[in-house]
């Protein structure tokens, strides 16, 4: 009997659009270096750290979670029959890998989230509680120390990721020493990962401790899209004097996304949603900012609307309804309801980190840096 995703309850297929994430280059240079680090923890007299920086909706945080669910894949593996836990942390998508065996809990990864107004003994009870120790209220640094020390030593813990880190920053990360804490799991030997939009990157700068111990910093930026990317075609579908473009990233993951491969296809519809045709593939990454992220809320929004009214695949107005909603636009400033011709005019204006055109009255080293984010991405305005 032939596979059809109409079979299905909405309910299933909903939870599949939801659940599936997308591999870019940006993912795997992530995971080939986060796997480096922790291959090499416990090597030597310290622990080493590493960034990974970008936009909200970048797909940084994405792309941890890709890593450690590998990694908990491969440990699993090694133990199938063994007790395996991947709690939930507030605040982040990411979990910590818990292994409970008979001598007691094992945690090769541990995860924080760091709250939005950190303070020195907040920031250290919220890192001892990752490892699982409760400090008392009154606790002193020595006594944190050693317990937060015999807890990595107990649970065998290799590496712990920090979220959100970029609070830190903002908290005025020096007057409270948070460069305390760091010293201590580097010198315990732990590797150590720091998650957070792209000014978390001068924490290094006025910590010491991780000034020395930074392995490297990973930018999670935008996926590449221009106007060229996409030749104008002739009617029989082949492109006009014959020139071709190189398929892009971008252009990959839109086709890998739309394949249709049965129960393993991306999209829960029978149909394809032609996502990766020229009209469609730029409204999306211009609404999208060019980020992965974005672009997979939307889909997996204008995914669900579809599925409530019973349609075949993904289109236009789904997109459209989804980004009225979103943006509360009207149709004039709508990319998906408004012309080809108008939308080439539009294609490539500068978009803040919310994905909102720029207001008035920004000032001028904050429009520099939303135009360093978007001048290698789209074409237009430069």
Not at 172 to 197: C, E, T, Y
Not at 245 to 269: H, R
Not at 304 to 322: C, L, M, P, Q, Y
Request: with cysteine.
């Amino acid at each position: 009997m032939t596979f059809r995703f109409a079979n299905l309850t909405d309910q299933e297929r909903k939870q599949r659009l939801r659940l599936r994430r997308i591999e870019t280059e940006s993912t795997r240079e992530v995971s080939r270096e986060l796997r480096r680090l922790l291959e090499d923890a416990g090597t030597g007299s310290e622990g080493d750290g590493i960034f990974v920086l970008g936009e909200t909706r970048a797909g940084k945080t994405t792309a941890v979670r890709m890593f450690t669910d590998e990694v908990f894949h491969q440990l699993r593996g090694e133990d199938p029959s063994g007790e395996w836990l991947r709690p939930e942390v507030p605040a982040t998508d990411l979990r910590p890998i818990i292994h409970r065996t008979a001598y007691g809990i094992e945690q090769a990864i541990a995860v924080l989230a760091v709250n939005s107004e950190p303070t020195f003994k907040s920031f250290m009870h919220d890192t001892a509680m990752a490892l699982g120790v409760s400090l008392r209220a009154n606790a002193n640094y020595g006594d944190a120390s050693r317990s937060v020390q015999s807890a990595i030593l107990a649970q065998k813990v290799k590496m712990i990721i920090f979220d959100e880190v970029q609070h830190i920053m903002r908290a005025r990360m020096q007057n409270f020493r948070a460069s305390d804490v760091f010293k201590l799991l580097l010198n315990s030997r732990v590797q150590l990962v720091f998650i957070g939009l792209p000014e978390a990157v001068h924490l290094k700068q006025v910590n010491e401790q991780l000034e020395g111990r930074q392995r490297d910093s990973l930018m999670v930026g935008p996926l590449r899209c221009h106007l060229e990317d996409f030749p104008e075609l002739d009617a029989h579908g082949r492109p006009k004097g014959g020139r071709r473009s190189e398929t892009t990233e971008y252009q990959k993951i839109l086709a890998a996304i739309d394949k249709s491969a049965g129960e393993a296809s991306f999209l829960p519809f029978d149909a394809p949603s032609n996502l990766a045709d020229p009209e469609m593939a730029m409204r999306l990454h211009q609404a999208g900012g060019g980020y992965l992220g974005n672009i997979m809320k939307l889909i997996q929004n204008a995914g669900s609307r579809a599925i409530d009214d019973g349609s075949k695949n993904i289109t236009r107005g789904h997109f459209a309804e989804v980004y009225r909603r979103r943006k509360q636009c009207n149709d004039e400033d709508n990319y998906f309801l408004m012309s080809w011709k108008q939308f080439e005019n539009r294609f490539g204006e500068i978009l803040d980190e919310s994905g909102d055109e720029e207001p008035q009255g920004k000032s001028t080293a904050f429009r520099a840096r939303i135009t360093r984010h978007v001048k290698d991405v789209v074409s237009g305005r430069r």
